[in-house]
């Protein structure tokens, strides 16, 4: 008996323990505190969409100016390199020059050539002022050979110095290249997080306007809400489900499959079905949602049993009703398509807990979204096996 108590004890502390959360009770106030967050956290990535699209324009000139400075340090090294080859081309002609003034002065020196130029001038003052001019020309030569001698040297230095900074640049230009990597992925994730609360925020703003129109209050819920404008009944219950066309057949599995090459989890059953398929609602229920979820798509609020549910309808080629509109599982709700990202024409069929559109907004992610509240079509409604055709709902 003890044990039974304490067994009782255990599994009541546990239930204490788990989170009561209830989608009826969220009120029309809760969704307005839902958009203030959405938005404010679309106002966060913007900005820092814009941070992060400054400092990528910026790494992006830098890299610029870095390309422009390389191009100018090699320009420098090739006229510094043209330079110190015309020097040494000087210097061999002053070389040569000094050696032929050095030949005339020994020449001029001695024997009869001697008395040659001499005969030659107009006095011996004259003689010894060329010899004296002809010595100062060839020491003159001798100190212009040392000068471009130590230009060339100078230029060999700056060679160096400028290949040393060639290649510091390209490091910083390889750096900075790695950076504009980092930037430019992180402003793609940026951007795809801005489109999603972008969305989310957008769709909340219509669905608070549609109640709003219908003159609920924020402290009323949405069933509250409903229930004044279209009385009790506004979410028709129903007790199974059926299946979203007269025949089909089944082209995708709901979980894991490859697609493209990629592994990836499918949420929904694809019916492979000729485009302008009547597609029906798969049980009573009122639109929650017409646009362009996966394509152009239909949402369908349903209570089954008590439980809220809601059906996705994705790749139509357009609709035929609108948002807040009462549908039966007779009603056409929409022919199918291929729109959006499509392997070709057919309905995928996506069910979820819950109001999708209302209780929670966005598609994708681990919590509060429609992603992670769908169940297999299969456990509520009897579809063939993969491949096969059906011929009835």
Known sequence: MMKKIFI??????????????????????????????????LDDTNTKKAMNSQDLAETRKKINNIN??????????????KESEQLSKDIEKKNEETKDLMRYYQVSSSGSAMLEYIMGAESITDLIYRLSITEQISTYNEKLVDEMNDMIEENKKIKQELTKEKENLKNLKSELETQ?????????????????????VKQMKQELKTYRDLGCDDSMTISACYEKVYGSGYLPSGTT????????????????????????????IDIAVPIGTNVYSVAPGVVGSVGNVCGISVVVWHNINGQYYSSLYCHLSRTLVKKGQTVTKDTIIAKSGNTGISTGPHLHLGLATGRYKSDY?????????????????????????????????
């Open 8 to 41: 009782y004890v255990f599994i009541f502390a546990f239930l204490l323990t788990i989170p009561i959360t209830s989608i009826h009770a969220k009120t029309i106030g809760d969704i307005q505190k839902e958009l203030d967050a959405a938005q404010k956290k």
């Open 241 to 268: 489900f059926y299946r979203p066309t007269t025949s089909g057949r089944i082209s995708s599995e709901f979980g894991k499959r490859t697609l493209f090459g990629e592994d990836n989890n499918h949420f929904a």
């Open 361 to 393: 907004y966005l598609y994708y992610g681990s919590s509060g979204s429609f992603e992670s509240h769908t169940f297999n079509p299969r456990n509520v409604i009897n579809f063939p096996p993969l491949g096969s055709w059906y011929y009835n709902r």
């Open 68 to 81: 422009a400075e390389i191009t100018e340090v090699e320009n420098n090294i090739e006229a510094k390199t």
């Open 180 to 200: 504009e990597i980092v930037l430019s992925q992180k402003q793609s994730e940026l951007n795809k997080e801005g489109e999603s609360n972008e969305k989310a």
